[in-house]
């Protein structure tokens, strides 16, 4: 009997029942079978933990670090913070000096321990001001300073959105810390095959959290980079602006930042290519995929270099990422031009070498019969003296030419007769004309072989120092009077000692170079010249001298006695003397010293002729340079000459 055609719905009834094909492929394999996860999405996950790990690790060691991520730069690198305009009224410090040379900030709090809104001062520097004045509190800083009441400076000087921007990035950190700690669980589950029966919503879970840790590194990134490199506003009249980058350098939170972006956008990638939501789901037990993936799954090849792919795909997002963040704020602008009118050298003369401590003020050169103060200047320059405070193995003179170095002269100004004392060219029997009637003279007197001679006027007492030898009552030449137009209180046959003070903080090839009073000129640029440790002033500062008498005789003209020293011609030059000592001026003496020292000093131990007119030129330039040098275009009074006992041992001569 012929078999009957079966109806449509018992054919389909048939059909379901008969076996898939993975069926028959599982017959073929012995039909064993498995629900755990295959090889390679055991590594993404086993991947996957041991990075969450060392991520959580690093996010715990930046909130935990009160110095985690940024971190004061060497004092010597380091700018004035405070505002400028109160240096006169006494605050004039640098960062280290107000926090302490190895300050640093975290991400949740600084070295001292203090919370970003926490002041250890009781109060905000604004709110002091308002209730004490300001001249109350600037006295007060040295003991604020000892007791740390500076910390947090962010939240003590009002700087309100650096704080809003620090606090934004510590959240960031505790979301990234409690984002590891779960994913952690989560691919530890992952490994013992607890989320089979979620494992197509786990990988979109899993992605979506890497994918966010990827994101919040970037963020934090380019917060660190913003911040760094933001001037940021502070409302306080003390410290009214910061720029992070010119005080602070970056310490490893940053590096671990790069480091955690970088190893989870390497998980993010490796879930993405070798996890599957059919991870879990029952397969033949030699299937290198999941259920539903083979037919798709890369090779083990193939799928490396996709992770490689996007690794570097997100490393150029990040890198354009970060250039476009210091971008945007300024880092590759080239600095707006300054005011050509305004004289950023004014007011830099150092008054404290700590806070409020007035360290450079004269002190007594001894104390109970003890030195307590550096080597001195003006000194004895006669070849083969050897001045009797030793200077050590460490602190001696520069002795190439100036021009050589990263000096640059900042100052001309010349003292009455010479400072410093060369036997046989300026010393005790040297001689000049008659009293000066314009200086008003009333008295002298002459101290043998080192005090040089005292001069008295209505109002004050100027000292003259050593004359040279060269003058001759007779010859016209020292006795001419000059008609002056631009230098003031001179006089033809009388010796005078030029002093060229050089520093490499001055404001070289500017306007603004030459600066009185000197010291504006040596001390301009911040940053450069360490007073204390580490002592770098003999090094970056100093002095060239070179005597001459006055002639009025065009024979002897020099052509440039503005910029430096006279070498090279005739004997200009040509025996110089080179040691440590200090700043001169009549200010001190054998009892008062002073502690501007040490510095370099060159000293031309020759005596020489200049005509009247060289001088006046010299003034007339002088008087043309953008601040006003008009302090300086008459002789100022000598110091006597410095005792043995205070002048540095450590001489030494250029021929």
Same mark, same amino acid.
């Given at each position: 009997?012929?078999?009957?055609?079966?109806?449509?719905?018992?054919?389909?009834?048939?059909?379901?029942?008969?076996?898939?094909?993975?069926?028959?492929?599982?017959?073929?394999?012995?039909?064993?079978?498995?629900?755990?996860?295959?090889?390679?999405?055991?590594?993404?996950?086993?991947?996957?933990?041991?990075?969450?790990?060392?991520?959580?690790?690093?996010?715990? $060691?930046? &909130?935990?670090?009160? #110095?985690?991520? *940024?971190?004061?730069?060497? /004092? =010597?690198? %380091?700018?004035? +913070?405070?505002?400028?305009?109160?240096?006169?009224?006494?605050?004039?410090?640098?960062?280290?000096?107000?926090?302490?040379?190895?300050?640093?900030?975290?991400?949740?709090?600084?070295?001292?321990?203090?919370?970003?809104?926490?002041?250890?001062?009781?109060?905000?520097?604004?709110?002091?001001?308002?209730?004490?004045?300001?001249?109350?509190?600037?006295?007060?800083?040295?003991?604020?300073?000892?007791?740390?009441?500076?910390?947090?400076?962010?939240?003590?000087?009002?700087?309100?959105?650096?704080?809003? $921007?620090? &606090?934004?990035?510590? #959240?960031?950190? *505790?979301?990234?810390?409690? /984002? =590891?700690? %779960?994913?952690? +669980?989560?691919?530890?589950?992952?490994?013992?095959?607890?989320?089979?029966?979620?494992?197509?919503?786990?990988?979109?879970?899993?992605?979506?959290?890497?994918?966010?840790?990827?994101?919040?590194?970037?963020?934090?990134?380019?917060?660190?980079?913003?911040?760094?490199?933001?001037?940021?506003?502070?409302?306080?009249?003390?410290?009214?602006?910061?720029?992070?980058?010119?005080?602070?350098?970056?310490?490893?939170?940053?590096?671990?930042?790069?480091?955690?972006?970088?190893?989870?956008?390497?998980?993010?990638?490796?879930?993405?290519?070798?996890?599957?939501?059919?991870?879990?789901?029952?397969?033949?037990?030699?299937?290198?995929?999941?259920?539903?993936?083979?037919?798709?799954?890369?090779?083990?090849?193939?799928?490396?270099?996709?992770?490689?792919?996007?690794?570097?795909?997100?490393?150029?997002?990040?890198?354009?990422?970060?250039?476009?963040?210091?971008?945007?704020?300024?880092?590759?602008?080239?600095?707006?031009?300054?005011?050509?009118?305004?004289?950023?050298?004014?007011?830099?003369?150092?008054?404290?070498?700590?806070?409020?401590?007035?360290?450079?003020?004269?002190?007594?050169?001894?104390?109970?019969?003890?030195?307590?103060?550096?080597?001195?200047?003006?000194?004895?320059?006669?070849?083969?003296?050897?001045?009797?405070?030793?200077?050590?193995?460490?602190?001696?003179?520069?002795?190439?030419?100036?021009?050589?170095?990263?000096?640059?002269?900042?100052?001309?100004?010349?003292?009455?007769?010479?400072?410093?004392?060369?036997?046989?060219?300026?010393?005790?029997?040297?001689?000049?004309?008659?009293?000066?009637?314009?200086?008003?003279?009333?008295?002298?007197?002459?101290?043998?072989?080192?005090?040089?001679?005292?001069?008295?006027?209505?109002?004050?007492?100027?000292?003259?120092?050593?004359?040279?030898?060269?003058?001759?009552?007779?010859?016209?030449?020292?006795?001419?009077?000059?008609?002056?137009?631009?230098?003031?209180?001179?006089?033809?046959?009388?010796?005078?000692?030029?002093?060229?003070?050089?520093?490499?903080?001055?404001?070289?090839?500017?306007?603004?170079?030459?600066?009185?009073?000197?010291?504006?000129?040596?001390?301009?640029?911040?940053?450069?010249?360490?007073?204390?440790?580490?002592?770098?002033?003999?090094?970056?500062?100093?002095?060239?001298?070179?005597?001459?008498?006055?002639?009025?005789?065009?024979?002897?003209?020099?052509?440039?006695?503005?910029?430096?020293?006279?070498?090279?011609?005739?004997?200009?030059?040509?025996?110089?003397?080179?040691?440590?000592?200090?700043?001169?001026?009549?200010?001190?003496?054998?009892?008062?010293?002073?502690?501007?020292?040490?510095?370099?000093?060159?000293?031309?131990?020759?005596?020489?002729?200049?005509?009247?007119?060289?001088?006046?030129?010299?003034?007339?330039?002088?008087?043309?340079?953008?601040?006003?040098?008009?302090?300086?275009?008459?002789?100022?009074?000598?110091?006597?000459?410095?005792?043995?006992?205070?002048?540095?041992?450590?001489?030494?001569?250029?021929?």
């Amino acid at each position: 009997m012929a078999e009957q055609t079966p109806s449509q719905p018992e054919a389909l009834d048939e059909t379901s029942k008969m076996p898939s094909s993975i069926e028959i492929e599982m017959k073929k394999a012995g039909g064993a079978t498995t629900v755990s996860l295959p090889l390679q999405s055991k590594l993404a996950h086993l991947l996957a933990v041991v990075i969450t790990g060392v991520i959580a690790l690093f996010v715990s $060691a930046c &909130l935990a670090d009160g #110095a985690s991520v *940024i971190r004061l730069k060497d /004092a =010597s690198e %380091l700018p004035r +913070i405070t505002d400028k305009a109160y240096i006169k009224k006494g605050l004039n410090y640098r960062a280290d000096e107000l926090l302490g040379p190895r300050y640093g900030v975290g991400l949740h709090h600084d070295s001292s321990g203090t919370f970003w809104s926490e002041a250890n001062a009781g109060a905000t520097l604004t709110k002091y001001i308002e209730e004490l004045g300001e001249p109350q509190v600037i006295a007060a800083v040295p003991s604020v300073i000892a007791t740390d009441g500076l910390k947090h400076p962010v939240h003590f000087l009002s700087c309100h959105q650096l704080k809003k $921007a620090g &606090l934004s990035a510590m #959240a960031l950190a *505790i979301i990234a810390e409690v /984002a =590891s700690a %779960l994913m952690i +669980i989560f691919h530890g589950m992952a490994l013992v095959g607890l989320l089979g029966g979620v494992a197509k919503y786990a990988k979109v879970f899993s992605a979506l959290i890497w994918f966010t840790l990827v994101a919040g590194f970037m963020v934090v990134i380019g917060l660190a980079l913003g911040i760094m490199e933001e001037e940021w506003t502070c409302e306080n009249p003390f410290i009214p602006k910061i720029k992070l980058s010119e005080h602070f350098r970056f310490t490893y939170g940053i590096i671990f930042g790069y480091i955690g972006y970088v190893s989870a956008l390497l998980v993010l990638c490796v879930q993405l290519v070798f996890t599957s939501t059919k991870d879990g789901a029952e397969r033949p037990a030699d299937a290198r995929y999941s259920v539903g993936t083979s037919p798709a799954a890369p090779s083990l090849k193939a799928g490396l270099f996709k992770v490689l792919g996007g690794v570097v795909v997100g490393l150029v997002l990040n890198a354009a990422i970060s250039l476009s963040v210091v971008g945007g704020v300024g880092y590759f602008k080239a600095p707006p031009p300054l005011d050509p009118e305004y004289n950023y050298c004014a007011g830099q003369k150092p008054y404290d070498a700590g806070p409020g401590d007035n360290y450079f003020d004269n002190v007594a050169c001894e104390k109970k019969n003890i030195v307590q103060v550096l080597e001195q200047a003006g000194a004895n320059i006669t070849r083969g003296y050897v001045g009797g405070l030793d200077a050590g193995t460490w602190r001696v003179p520069i002795t190439s030419r100036y021009v050589n170095t990263d000096l640059c002269p900042v100052n001309v100004h010349w003292h009455l007769g010479a400072e410093h004392y060369s036997a046989g060219e300026f010393d005790e029997y040297g001689t000049g004309p008659k009293i000066n009637k314009t200086l008003e003279r009333k008295e002298w007197s002459i101290t043998h072989p080192r005090g040089g001679r005292e001069l008295a006027s209505k109002d004050k007492k100027m000292r003259l120092g050593y004359r040279c030898h060269h003058y001759k009552e007779d010859d016209a030449k020292f006795t001419t009077e000059y008609k002056w137009q631009y230098c003031t209180n001179m006089k033809v046959g009388e010796t005078y000692e030029v002093h060229w003070p050089h520093s490499a903080a001055g404001a070289c090839g500017t306007d603004w170079q030459y600066q009185t009073p000197f010291y504006d000129g040596v001390f301009c640029k911040d940053g450069v010249i360490n007073m204390l440790t580490p002592l770098n002033t003999y090094e970056k500062i100093g002095v060239q001298g070179q005597v001459f008498v006055i002639v009025n005789d065009e024979e002897h003209k020099i052509d440039n006695l503005f910029d430096g020293m006279v070498y090279d011609k005739g004997d200009f030059g040509d025996d110089i003397a080179m040691y440590t000592g200090s700043t001169t001026g009549t200010t001190r003496d054998n009892e008062i010293c002073s502690r501007y020292a040490p510095i370099t000093w060159q000293v031309d131990r020759k005596c020489h002729l200049a005509s009247a007119s060289s001088f006046d030129a010299m003034c007339k330039k002088m008087m043309e340079q953008k601040d006003d040098m008009s302090g300086d275009v008459y002789p100022h009074g000598a110091r006597e000459l410095v005792d043995t006992e205070y002048v540095a041992n450590n001489q030494q001569s250029r021929e």
